[in-house]
């Protein structure tokens, strides 16, 4: 039986980076993946004739530039289009566009409120100062505070010289801001209820919070850190949907000699005298490698893939405590022809763009109260894009493809799995909505896809549908991801590692913790001071 120096566990975007790197630096790496396909939730999909969906994530803006010139994307096709805005459409019929130009939201905000133009530029000031703080830290692996290895304490004092550059005053701001909420961050800078609604939207996108919970201003910065062709806070679509980023990272794999195999997912990771050795898949396949790699999210790694025996029990505990809370549904639809939006000019370029409903916060907590509640929300909020509006290449000519990311949908309805009754329940009301602001738009649906978190983890494996792999609260960041002691992408299990979101720095189409988990991986493998120039930034 062959033996290979890396097993990653799921063909996920993250699982891909970390077997792509490992894979460059001379390792001998096989995926193994449940689904017939790679991509994880980042994947492209046929669900109906001549039509290619985004059917879990949808926009492009937090994968690194970094990684992308490292494994060299864009030769194997990566390409990401940016759109320039979209819109708030309001309840009285009107509308509040929004634009990458920052000139230009500050001249639709003074349409609004002048007094909220002004403030614009002083909140974009600040924001983007806590973004500069953060930005550098997501390619690096967070230090271990209770322990006195140099270069834990050479990374504990990269962070005191990053905090000391700030004045007394900023650093208070930046301490309160990841613990404050979003509603009382923004009404520090505006009143127009409008506006305020369009700049929550980030704070709440994928995270089991509503804008009025403690620790959603950070939600909304994690937003703000991607950037497209260097525009820092900028949003595109990968053309060709969002499989064309795992894709790209499948060729450069394979490439470097990689080996995938799909169909069949691992059923336990082989454990013998503290150390993992092997994985057996659910179809008695085994693999053995020299060290395991999991890219699924630290509750199922721990909890159902490995021998609770084999683990500490207060590390079993903290993983058990391990907030991952689904919050979030999807709606994919093919449509016959683009809908008309009664708010908006035939041909607005905000078509081109995301377009919103909830057009204040307290609507917003209104639906995030339908979710604590146990219900998915009667209002939901909507992400809502038509990629084909820049890409026309994911569908036949004239049609278009729309889709629909939308908050509330909790885990459980009111303790009970979902049903397929729930599910389309959830649709319909989703549909309605859209159907309110662009009256004949049902008229146009060919077919919609419908996923609650139970499909979100039937099919992606995340855990109550959690798109985060955990939640992003000051408890659950930097060396407490995924738990306080094991935030450098190791386990208590020697030579079992985990590369996926549940690990700094977190979830989104990111990449930053399979790549950090292969330089960390290569440091213990080969030295310090034996990594090539190619993955020197680790």
């Known amino acids: 039986m062959s033996r290979h120096d890396t097993i990653i566990i799921g063909g996920g975007h993250n699982g891909l980076v970390a077997a792509s790197y490992l894979a460059r630096a001379g390792q001998s790496v096989l995926v193994v993946e449940k689904n017939d396909w790679v991509g994880g939730a980042a994947v492209s999909?046929?669900?109906?004739?001549?039509?290619?969906?985004?059917?879990?994530?949808?926009?492009?803006?937090?994968?690194?530039?970094?990684?992308?010139?490292?494994?060299?994307?864009?030769?194997?096709?990566?390409?990401?289009?940016?759109?320039?805005?979209?819109?708030?459409?309001?309840?009285?019929?009107?509308?509040?566009?929004?634009?990458?130009?920052?000139?230009?939201?500050?001249?639709?905000?003074?349409?609004?409120?002048?007094?909220?133009?002004?403030?614009?530029?002083?909140y974009s000031r600040d924001v983007m100062r806590h973004c500069r703080f953060i930005r550098p830290l997501l390619m690096r692996t967070p230090p271990d505070p209770s322990r006195l290895r140099p270069r834990d304490l050479g990374e504990l004092a990269y962070l005191g010289r990053k905090v000391f550059e700030m004045s007394e005053r900023q650093i208070y701001e930046m301490i309160r801001f990841w613990t404050i909420s979003i509603s009382d961050y923004l009404d520090e800078y505006f009143e127009n209820p409008v506006i305020k609604g369009y700049l929550a939207v980030s704070a709440i996108i994928g995270t089991a919070l509503g804008p009025m919970s403690p620790g959603s201003a950070y939600v909304l910065l994690h937003h703000y850190m991607g950037d497209v062709d260097g525009n820092v806070g900028a949003w595109g679509f990968a053309r060709g949907g969002m499989g064309a980023i795992t894709q790209a990272l499948k060729n450069s794999f394979e490439d470097a000699g990689g080996e995938i195999r799909a169909g069949s997912g691992v059923a336990r990771v082989l454990v013998k005298n503290g150390r993992a050795y092997g994985v057996a898949l659910e179809n008695g396949d085994t693999y053995m490698g020299n060290r395991i790699v999991s890219n699924m999210d630290v509750k199922r790694t721990f909890l159902k893939h490995v021998d609770e025996d084999d683990l500490p029990g207060d590390f079993v505990r903290q993983v058990k405590n391990f907030k991952i809370?689904?919050?979030?549904?999807?709606?994919?639809?093919?449509?016959?022809?683009?809908?008309?939006?009664?708010?908006?000019?035939?041909?607005?370029?905000?078509?081109?763009?995301?377009?919103?409903?909830?057009?204040?916060?307290?609507?917003?907590?209104?639906?995030?109260?339908?979710?604590?509640?146990?219900?998915?929300?009667?209002?939901?909020?909507?992400?809502?894009?038509?990629?084909?509006?820049?890409?026309?290449?994911?569908?036949?000519?004239?049609?278009?493809?729309?889709?629909?990311?939308?908050?509330?949908?909790?885990?459980?309805?009111?303790?009970?799995?979902?049903?397929?009754?729930?599910?389309?329940?959830?649709?319909?009301?989703?549909?309605?909505?859209?159907?309110?602001?662009?009256?004949?738009?049902?008229?146009?649906?060919?077919?919609?896809?419908?996923?609650?978190?139970?499909?979100?983890?039937?099919?992606?494996?995340?855990?109550?549908?959690?798109?985060?792999?955990?939640?992003?609260?000051?408890?659950?960041?930097l060396f407490n991801r995924p738990v306080p002691g094991y935030a450098q992408y190791r386990s208590p299990i020697k030579d079992l590692w985990i590369c996926g979101s549940s690990t700094h720095p977190g979830g989104g189409v990111m990449g930053a913790p399979g790549r950090n988990a292969a330089a960390e991986i290569l440091r213990e493998t080969r030295g310090p001071n034996q990594i090539s120039d190619a993955y020197a930034v680790f």
């Open 45 to 122: 999909r046929s669900l109906y004739p001549g039509f290619t969906y985004s059917n879990c994530s949808y926009v492009s803006s937090l994968f690194r530039p970094e990684i992308m010139r490292d494994l060299e994307l864009p030769k194997y096709g990566l390409q990401i289009l940016p759109y320039e805005g979209g819109a708030v459409l309001t309840q009285d019929g009107g509308y509040l566009a929004t634009h990458r130009n920052h000139d230009a939201n500050r001249r639709e905000f003074a349409r609004h409120s002048p007094r909220d133009a002004e403030a614009y530029d002083r």
């Open 325 to 477: 809370r689904g919050s979030s549904g999807k709606l994919n639809i093919a449509l016959d022809a683009a809908p008309k939006f009664t708010a908006l000019p035939e041909g607005a370029p905000m078509y081109r763009g995301d377009l919103h409903f909830t057009d204040s916060i307290e609507r917003m907590e209104r639906a995030y109260d339908d979710w604590k509640a146990g219900h998915f929300s009667r209002d939901p909020f909507q992400d809502m894009m038509i990629p084909t509006m820049i890409d026309p290449t994911m569908t036949p000519p004239g049609k278009h493809f729309m889709s629909c990311f939308v908050q509330y949908a909790p885990p459980k309805i009111e303790g009970r799995d979902w049903s397929d009754a729930d599910r389309d329940a959830f649709g319909q009301t989703v549909i309605d909505q859209i159907e309110d602001y662009a009256p004949g738009f049902k008229n146009l649906i060919l077919h919609a896809e419908v996923r609650t978190p139970r499909e979100l983890e039937a099919e992606v494996g995340l855990t109550e549908g959690n798109i985060f792999q955990g939640e992003l609260t000051f408890d659950q960041l």
